[in-house]
């Protein structure tokens, strides 16, 4: 699939429940306590916890045998294996989100550009791409599909929390409430996902584990909370103008940065060396 394929599947999902509360939703009193609104949306807290445990089952449950692919370069073809043969790996030869897509969509029908190209096992320069290191492991140009059907699950479970902040600001009245709930929302979904990060399940956005989903979505919390207090409270609605901006063009920017189209223009702006262009100057300033 497409980053728009999952959009739509989680819009869709997420939609389908919102109908099915709103009969419930228009006879809510107007200022709902956070009970209140869980008892609300009562479907869509039950869907979460089933998807959650759907997802963990199988991540940690689907045995991964190991597995072939053809690398085609030029003319010549020739078979990697990746050896598995092992039960709840995050590694990215092994894990199961990987092995669904092969299993269900097949591996011709997945991405041929390699997810990991940027990582240090994959690029010599990394965190760009680059040619391979030598003795690459295998799966740095085996198939993957990063929106791939399993790793969906839990990006519908963030349309459901971001669902969720809305239907604060619907139902809890009180700038005072409303923010305090995202705050504390936000906090307490960020400690979850490092708690589950200490725990062993890594922050990995490529399979969109539990513990991404709750930091990243504890994040979103934080900065809505900061954005409502600038536009709604303050009205300082100009300094935010840059945030509209990337918001109103937010996937041409995706495209661009998925394509390398943006790094690459970036890498045109350099003082006297090509080679001292803006992102070489700012990969050194962050220390790499």
């Given at each position: 699939m497409?980053?728009?394929q999952r959009i739509a599947i989680a819009y869709a999902i997420v939609a389908f429940f919102e109908v099915r509360s709103s009969a419930n939703s228009y006879m809510a009193d107007a200022n709902e306590s956070f009970s209140g609104i869980l008892r609300i949306y009562h479907c869509q807290c039950a869907a979460v916890f089933v998807l959650?445990?759907?997802?963990?089952g199988l991540l940690y449950g689907i045995y991964v045998p190991d597995w072939q692919f053809e690398l085609l370069d030029g003319n010549k073809s020739q078979m990697l294996e990746i050896n598995c043969n092992i039960r709840g790996s995050m590694s990215p030869g092994c894990n199961a989100v990987?092995?669904?897509d092969r299993l269900i969509l097949g591996i011709s029908h997945l991405y041929k550009r390699s997810a990991y190209r940027r990582t240090q096992e994959c690029s010599v320069?990394?965190?760009?791409?680059?040619?391979?290191?030598?003795?690459a492991p295998a799966w740095c140009e085996a198939p993957f599909d990063p929106e791939g059907l399993l790793s969906t699950i839990p990006a519908i479970v963030t349309c459901f929390i971001g669902a969720h902040y809305g239907h604060v600001l619907l139902h809890m009245k009180g700038p005072k409430r409303q923010l305090w709930h995202w705050t504390a929302s936000g906090f307490i979904l960020m400690f979850l996902g490092l708690?589950?990060?200490a725990a062993g399940m890594p922050l990995n956005k490529q399979l969109y584990t539990v513990s991404y989903m709750f930091v990243t979505t504890g994040i979103v919390a934080l900065a809505f909370t900061a954005t409502f207090v600038l536009v709604d409270i303050y009205k300082w609605r100009s300094?935010?103008?840059f945030f509209k901006w990337v918001g109103m063009h937010s996937l041409m920017i995706y495209a661009l940065l998925a394509s390398d189209l943006l790094p690459i223009l970036l890498q045109g702006f350099y003082w006297r060396r090509p080679d001292n262009n803006l992102i070489q100057i700012l990969l050194r300033g962050l220390g790499f």
């Open positions: 497409g980053v728009l959650i445990a759907i997802y963990l990987g092995y669904v320069n990394s965190p760009l791409s680059g040619p391979l290191p030598i003795n708690l589950l990060n300094s935010t103008a």
